[in-house]
């Protein structure tokens, strides 16, 4: 047995040493992505949580051989790096908008101009259905508007 399988032997299966080995830190940026969420009133933390995040960090939606890794969205990041609410809440449109490209292989031109607009109107509403797109399989992604 090589001295790493042996190190990960001797190592108990409970706990934070459990959670690193899984990927603490995707876990950790996909909770401060929440908490950022929060903090802007624009999802509960909770339920956003229960929707961009699993044990091991971001969820990978898997339906019909339709996989998307939510880790994948660059508006996590965006999130993360966004200085207010309104940018926060922007950062959603372009990867709802290229989610629903995908989903009905009918590219929209004006989407993410339209996003831009309704997330101004009513930023809570609009972001969270946009976020309900991006986190979706695309047999989904209709129920959320």
């Known amino acids: 047995m090589s001295a790493l399988a042996v190190a990960f032997a001797t190592l108990p299966l409970s706990g934070s040493a459990c959670l690193s080995l899984l990927g603490d830190d995707e876990r950790e940026q996909c909770e401060q992505v929440c908490a950022k969420e929060a903090a802007c009133d624009l999802r509960g933390e909770a339920a956003c949580v229960a929707s961009l995040c699993d044990a091991e960090g971001f969820k990978v939606v898997d339906a019909d051989g339709d996989a998307h890794d939510l880790a994948a ?65 695309c047999a989904d992604v209709p129920a959320c508007s």
Not at 96 to 121: F, K, M, S, Y
């Open 73 to 137: 969205l660059d508006a996590n990041q965006c999130e993360q790096d966004a200085e207010d609410c309104a940018e926060l809440a922007l950062c959603a449109c372009p990867d709802a908008c290229a989610r629903v490209d995908e989903c009905t292989g009918d590219p929209d031109a004006t989407c993410v101009n339209t996003c831009e607009t309704l997330i101004e109107q009513a930023p809570a509403a609009a972001f969270q259905e946009n976020r309900c797109k991006m986190e979706s399989a």
